[in-house]
């Protein structure tokens, strides 16, 4: 068994299956927590082999061809997510109560939400009939650092919110750039009602990192 399901960190488990997983139709999925007195390679090892995730590419083509489904499992640290495309597969019967539709609940891990959603429209205004990886902050973690800048919008000078904005740890997709737009117009609302000097967007971050995912 190779190692390509163990992932280096929070931004290399996203962004495998943001730009690689949902793109070659892997939907369903099943997260799970692999308690502290369990070794996580002795877990990857079961699931692996019960779903006979270990295949190579020209199975996994015959599988598709054949109506079944072909899955993926991938790991960080405690936390590990198996999904599956459309097709016939035990892991619908063994996980039944837990699979969950990515198109329609998305997969929450390290702040981050993921789904996959249908594309909105094009540059022509015409609307995009492909679905696409949406990758935001999650709700929650979105609602307390949004708060938490506008109650230090004119508490502190514009150059110590920019800082603080450029440090904001999430890797910036399209939705994350403008849940992050969201904030520094929270911020100058705040502060040009004090005539104060305003933050400028440039203080964002806008080109995503792409990282190793695998040791």
């Not at 019960?50 to 936390?79: C, D, P, S, V």
Request: aromatic share 12%; glycine share 6%; net charge positive.
């Amino acid at each position: 068994m190779n190692n390509r399901y163990i992932t280096t960190s929070i931004r290399g488990f996203v962004q495998q299956i943001a730009t690689c997983y949902l793109r070659h139709g892997y939907r369903w999925y099943v997260t799970g927590t692999i308690p502290d007195h369990k070794t996580p390679e002795s877990i990857d090892q079961k699931l692996i082999e019960k779903y006979e995730i270990n295949i190579g590419e020209w199975k996994r083509t015959w599988r598709k061809k054949n109506g079944l489904a072909n899955m993926q499992y991938l790991r960080h640290e405690q936390f590990f997510v198996l999904m599956a495309t459309n097709g016939k597969h035990q892991f619908f019967a063994e996980e039944s109560g837990q699979i969950r539709d990515i198109r329609k609940q998305p997969l929450r891990y390290g702040g981050y939400s993921i789904s996959y959603r249908p594309g909105g429209r094009t540059r022509k205004g015409e609307r995009d009939p492909r679905w696409h990886a949406h990758v935001q902050i999650d709700r929650k973690r979105y609602s307390e650092m949004k708060a938490w800048f506008e109650e230090m919008a004119i508490k502190r000078k514009s150059n110590w919110l920019e800082e603080c904005l450029t440090k904001i740890p999430f890797e910036p997709y399209a939705p994350i750039r403008r849940q992050q737009l969201n904030i520094v117009r929270a911020i100058n609302r705040k502060r040009k009602a004090r005539r104060m000097v305003l933050v400028p967007n440039s203080s964002l971050r806008t080109r995503r990192r792409i990282v190793r995912p695998f040791l």
